[in-house]
């Protein structure tokens, strides 16, 4: 299994979308776990690694347009 290039600052698209409609989040932080941001609502979770890896749709970084 490889491990995904995620990065601080990242924006993941997921495959399931948040009960306030979006699918977005923002990286804030990195580990075992991640804290991330919904860029919809603004809720801030923690989501073990695997867990995220696997429903990550698509990968956005920081400089790219979005």
């Known amino acids: 299994m490889s491990a995904l290039d995620i990065q601080v600052?990242?924006?993941l698209h997921m495959k399931k979308a948040h009960p306030c409609g979006s699918s977005e989040w923002d990286?804030?932080?990195i580990g075992m776990d991640f804290r991330m941001r919904c860029r919809g609502c603004g809720h801030?979770?923690?989501v073990p690694r695997l867990k995220t890896e696997r429903n990550i749709k698509?990968?956005?970084r920081t400089g790219e347009n979005v």
């Open 9 to 11: 600052g990242d924006i």
């Open 44 to 46: 801030e979770i923690m």
């Open 27 to 29: 990286v804030l932080r």
């Open 58 to 60: 698509k990968i956005v």
